[in-house]
């Protein structure tokens, strides 16, 4: 007959559990190492919460020093810092690019190999200055289709275009609780971009391939008309999951 667990023992397996979970009883997750390159509205916004829910934050900006990125390190605190755009991607696991999207081109290329990586891509084509009409563009070729052919051997996961950054910064603005739709072709990277989604207070939703993306960004289009058409009004998207 084997022996019983002593008292110890039972303390120490107890203990070992709550060592998995955090204050809010939610499991704990490993840290992630994110890159932020472009420290504005998005990268800015996210950067401050990643950083308090646990992860490691390295801004890449084209002027590091400037007072400007200084506040923003001093506003995100727990360790966060700023460096150049190719040397914060090459430190981060995970790379996002929260830029303009005329700027992709130029910001992959100075970003260097990204083999290996987690390429998050929340960029949009359309902007509101834009109106419903927009600037013409092929919508079969989506941005994430451009920052993947940029970044061979990355894994490039397309997320967090589809909300605007004050509903980031507070999902509470919004009266419901909002998806964030995610596409890639990668599963491991798209759940690890997933638990970044659920840092933020908001819910991830796997919609498919990258090639999904091009259906994504062309999501804020429709808000864009929906607000030229009706001044004063917008709405967010509040994606549901049911049984079909
Ligand atoms: N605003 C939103 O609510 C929202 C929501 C979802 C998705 N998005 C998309 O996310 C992307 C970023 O939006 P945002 O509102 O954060 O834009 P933003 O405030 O204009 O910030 C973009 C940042 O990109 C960096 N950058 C790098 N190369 C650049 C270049 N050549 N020209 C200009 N900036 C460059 C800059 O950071 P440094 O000066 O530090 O280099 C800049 O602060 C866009 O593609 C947008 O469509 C926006």
């Not at 509040?238 to 049984?243: G, I, S, V």
């Amino acid at each position: 007959m084997g022996k019983s667990p002593s008292i110890l023992t039972l303390l120490l397996i107890l203990l070992a559990g709550l060592a998995v979970t955090t204050a809010q009883g939610q499991p704990e997750r490993d840290p992630e190492i994110i890159a932020i390159i472009g420290t504005g509205n998005v990268g800015s916004t996210l950067g401050k919460i990643w950083a308090a829910a646990g992860h490691r934050v390295i801004y890449g900006s084209r002027s590091p020093d400037s007072p400007r990125v200084q506040r923003l390190l001093a506003d995100t605190g727990f360790g966060a810092t700023a460096t150049s755009q190719a040397d914060a991607a090459r430190q981060g696991d995970i790379v996002m690019i929260p830029i303009p999207p005329t700027a992709i081109d130029e910001v992959m290329v100075a970003l260097g190999n990204m083999a290996g990586k987690i390429v998050l891509d929340p960029t949009n084509w359309w902007t509101i200055e834009d109106g419903f009409a927009g600037a013409p563009r092929d919508p079969r070729r989506s941005l994430a289709r451009q920052v993947q052919d940029l970044a061979p051997g990355a894994s490039v996961v397309k997320a967090f275009n589809t909300l605007n950054f004050a509903v980031m910064a507070d999902p509470e603005i919004s009266a419901g609780p909002v998806t964030v739709p995610i596409a890639g072709d990668d599963v491991v990277a798209k759940q690890r971009v997933a638990r970044l989604v659920e840092d933020v207070g908001l819910e991830p939703l796997d919609v498919g391939p990258l090639q999904a993306a091009q259906y994504l960004e062309e999501m804020l289009r429709l808000a864009i008309g929906f607000r030229e058409l009706n001044p004063g009004l917008a709405f967010d998207y509040h994606l549901r999951l049911r049984e079909n």
